[in-house]
């Protein structure tokens, strides 16, 4: 036996089934001329006259312009159907008009208004009672059970029903009212082919649809091509638009000769229907519809209300456990996983579930009744590596999209899992035990479609008889609440984590300063230690020249000591500078050539001191350069003492400042010999400072300082004024 696809119901365009149910009349008027371009249903019981009045002005049809008529009813054509009024046909019976538009035509649909309409004080009445009983019902199953039942008693029908459709699009009777004679249907399930999808859509834009006898024979469209528009006419807003053939032949095999349905619809979403059968021919006409409609809003009003109760009230105990765990979890010490782990049975109390792992890095703890260590650890790799583009990742049926879930599905149908960190593998997976399933369906949903049945591709089944089915591998479902618990979970357990690894850094971070500003103090100690030495030995090594100095007794000699001797008061001055210093890595300059005049004063004699005068910039110089430096300066100042005065004290200026790009600029100037003997070659002395010149990259000059010289010493260094960069801002001490 060949199968059907069930799939072909879900292509079939019933939006424009080019036909009507022939109870009324549908009148296709294009709005400029107001001529009828398209009609279709009992031309002859309602219009009086069998052909259809094609090519004439809808006034002809209606005994009044259009425009009059729907300014006289007060309303705006829009694409939501709106009542127009009621009209006298040919002395015939009272004609309700319905219209809307679409596609840029008007479409009117006109239905034989009943003999003894009811009052809009009395449907307002009905409304406010029925509204009441609604809210009085304690809670949904009973609240819907009451829909069903006030819905019965206002319209008449012999079942009424409220129907609620799953996640997989199937749906099941939540509420039943019936006449006792027929058999119940309540807690039975349809699948999913039985509303197609394109079924579904029409449902949310038309929420209420009348079909008064299922036997009817469709009336077709004439021309079946709007010519205004020049394709078929969507009827998807038309109470006349006729059925699907397959949906009629599906109601006849329940029995059923007449049927309405009001759509449910929560937050845009279909949620579930209102159906309405009778065993004959039942007309509702236009007010009761509408009474309906307003019945199906009044319900989908109290389930939202409901509902979102209900989920506040497990958001908020289920938000509670978070909160009492996450104040463990941040008292707790050491990593983020650790305290998990630490933890985990606390953990089955943020999200209800019979079991819970920990996996990070390949380590697996948990709780309560869950799959093997292994299992769990070849379940997170799977979530991590194909399963966790959603997080959380949650199911009902885990073996359905993780075959070896297949092995241990009794323990774990349910999983609810979140990725708290991919870098460092944890994941935190919840369980829940196979909830082995007995579902009722209305009739064998798995029984194929025979080729060249009636009913074809909708349904195969001309039975609707009880038909019982076990389903294994399912659990209980996870609530919205619930996945939003783990959702909430996961972003703190993160946050926490990133503060742990902070603190963690920090900590690290701070004992390793901690360790390198001991190495550092150790070696600041040990530097001072080794200049203090090294000022010391040099301290001893100038007294021994000054010992040599006095036995010797050529002038030649004494002098060569004599300049050794300053040399080393220089290199001595500036250890002595860093041993008394807390920086090792430069000099407070100023202050060392402070110190090295009162040396050198001391040396020549105190006679140069009212001639020797410092004016320097605060600024820190590198060590290195320091040293260069002086031994420079030095040098320049025993010139000025030897040639340009000949041992005699005369003025001597030495001035320090900074210059441009944290250079440094030197000026030694003197008012004795002058030029010639300046640029004159000399000997050691010399040749040392041109060297100590080319090792700090400097330059020097000599320039007529009338009367003397002025020796004038840049350096690219980078040099530090106190509290701001030498930049050679401010105005320097000028000679």
């Known amino acids: 036996m060949q199968s059907i696809d069930l799939n072909d119901c879900d292509r079939e365009p019933i939006h424009i089934p080019g036909a009507v149910q022939p109870h009324g009349v549908l009148l296709v008027v294009d709005p400029a001329s107001e001529e009828i371009v398209q009609a279709a249903g009992d031309m002859k019981g309602i219009l009086g006259h069998a052909p259809p009045p094609l090519s004439r002005r809808v006034g002809e049809v209606l005994g009044l312009p259009l425009e009059d008529f729907v300014r006289a009813a007060g309303v705006e054509l829009r694409a939501e159907p709106v009542y127009v009024g009621s009209v006298r046909l040919s002395a015939r019976d009272e004609v309700d008009v319905i219209a809307h538009r ?9 239905e034989r208004a009943p003999a003894a309409r009811l009052s809009a004080a009395h449907l307002l009445g009905e409304m406010q009672a029925i509204g009441a009983a609604l809210e009085a019902a304690p809670d949904l199953p009973r609240t819907c059970q009451t829909a069903a039942h006030e819905l019965r008693r206002l319209t008449g029908f012999d079942r009424v029903m409220v129907y609620r459709f799953l996640e997989d699009g199937s749906g099941y009777v939540l509420a039943e009212d019936r006449a006792a004679e027929l058999p119940s249907f309540l807690n039975h399930h349809y699948p999913a082919s039985d509303i197609p999808k394109q079924a579904r859509e029409l449902y949310l834009r038309n929420v209420i649809r009348v079909i008064p006898d299922v036997n009817y024979m469709p009336s077709p469209l004439r021309p079946p091509v709007c010519p205004a528009t020049a394709r078929s006419l969507d009827m998807s807003n038309c109470a006349l638009r006729s059925v699907s053939p397959i949906h009629i032949q599906y109601l006849k095999n329940m029995g059923v000769g007449a049927s309405m349905s009001v759509s449910i619809v929560r937050d845009g979403v279909l949620w579930g229907l209102i159906a309405c059968h009778h065993r004959t021919p039942m007309p509702v006409p236009y007010e009761l519809r509408q009474a309906c409609k307003r019945v199906g809003q009044i319900l989908s009003q109290q389930i939202a209300a409901r509902e979102e109760a209900e989920a506040y009230t497990q958001a908020r105990r289920l938000a509670d456990a978070r909160d009492e765990f996450l104040v463990t979890l941040a008292r707790a010490e050491g990593p983020i996983e650790g305290a998990l782990a630490e933890h985990a049975p606390e953990l089955l109390a943020i999200v209800p579930s019979d079991g819970v792992a920990v996996c990070c890095g390949g380590q697996v703890t948990g709780a309560g009744h869950r799959p093997s260590d292994d299992e769990v650890r070849g379940l997170a790799d799977w979530l991590l590596r194909d399963g966790g583009a959603q997080d959380p990742f949650a199911t009902d049926r885990l073996s359905g999209c993780h075959a070896p879930a297949l092995a241990y599905r009794t323990l774990a149908s349910g999983l609810l899992a979140t990725m708290v960190s991919r870098e460092e593998p944890l994941v935190v997976l919840w ?18 479609a025979e080729p060249g049945s009636v009913l074809g591709t909708l349904t195969p089944r001309a039975s609707f008889e009880l038909w019982r089915e076990t389903v294994h591998g399912r659990s209980r479902p996870w609530t919205a609440a619930e996945v939003d618990a783990a959702r909430r979970f996961h972003g703190v357990a993160l946050e926490l984590g990133r503060q742990r690894r902070l603190e963690q850094l920090n900590r690290q971070l701070r004992q390793a300063l901690a360790d390198k500003e001991a190495l550092i103090a150790q070696k600041d100690l040990l530097m001072r230690e080794v200049h203090h030495r090294v000022q010391n030995s040099l301290q001893l090594v100038n007294s021994m020249l000054r010992l040599q100095e006095g036995e010797a007794t050529e002038l030649a000699v004494t002098t060569r000591f004599a300049e050794a001797r300053r040399r080393i008061l220089a290199v001595s001055a500036t250890h002595r500078r860093l041993w008394r210093s807390d920086q090792i890595q430069s000099v407070r300059f100023d202050t060392y050539l402070r110190e090295l005049r ?30 260069s430096l002086a031994l420079v300066i030095t040098e320049l100042l025993t010139n000025v003492v030897k040639h340009a005065y000949r041992g005699v004290p005369g003025p001597v200026d030495v001035i320090v400042a900074g210059g441009p790009n944290g250079s440094i600029r030197i000026v030694v100037a003197d008012q004795g010999g002058g030029m010639e003997r300046a640029e004159r070659p000399g000997g050691f002395g010399s040749r040392l400072t041109r060297l100590l010149v080319a090792q700090v990259r400097g330059e020097m000059a000599f320039q007529d300082n009338r009367p003397g010289t002025r020796v004038v010493l840049t350096a690219p260094l980078a040099v530090a004024a106190e509290g701001r960069a030498a930049s050679g801002g401010g105005t320097p001490p000028s000679a």
């Open 102 to 110: 679409r596609d840029r035509v008007v479409i009117l649909e006109l």
């Open 431 to 448: 369980f829940r035990a196979e909830r082995a399933q007995v579902i009722e369906w209305a009739g064998n949903p798995h029984k194929p």
């Open 598 to 627: 009162d040396d050198l004063v001391e040396e020549w004699g105190s006679a140069w001191d009212e001639h020797f005068r410092i004016r320097a910039e605060p600024m820190l110089v590198p060590t290195d350069a320091a040293v």
